[in-house]
């Protein structure tokens, strides 16, 4: 029984400290708008579909820059369905590793129900940013059409400020993805332990931290922060 509960409190402080660290990032962002990279990376869409949509001769430039994008989110989108199958794979020869996996879990409880459950919630969070970058690759496939109508056929629901607006719903599936990769990683040590998913959340939330950042500027310097190198 104690283990149980030191699994659940365990699980509880990691997303307690998750969710704190997202409350602490709107707030700053409230502050000031640009706190963070995926901030910048909104207000530097909106203003690149404005350029390309203005001038017609840089369509290729954004089929190109599309294509990259939904390139990379379908290169992820593959990888996650990877991680899936892997993931199912672990959860049919539970019983062969289970002394391997528990070898360092001192605290944790050994039952095979949590074991499944810890499984069960791996593979949502996998189904999760497969999910998201799916919907991230259909959307980058909609803006592509919509940003090379010719001006003289655009609806006038095809305008730049609409356009936008869908290119930023894709950056957002595509940031939620990654985000579902990064909190892979707590749920992948809670198998080991429970003391070992509190230690990989804090250490997720200090390099997250740095990651999320916008870059300062600090071209008089020269020096660059881990966030800008990331």
Known sequence: MTGTLNDIVSFSISTVLLVGYHLYLRIKLRRNPHYTIQAVNHAARSAWVRGIMQDESKGILGVQTLRNSTMAATFLASTAVLLIIGTLTLSEQTDKLENTWHSLN???SLHPGLWTAKLLLLLSNFFLAFFSFAMSVRVYNHVGYQLNVPIRDRAPSVN??????HLNRAGYYYSLGMRAYY????????????HFMVVATLVLIAVLYHVDRAP???ENTGVTTLGEGL
Do not use: H, Q, T, Y
């Open 216 to 218: 300062k500027d600090k």
């Open 160 to 165: 730049p400020n609409s356009v936008a607006v």
């Open 183 to 194: 909190f892979a990683v707590p749920l992948v040590f809670w198998l080991f332990g429970p």
């Open 106 to 108: 001192v605290l944790g």
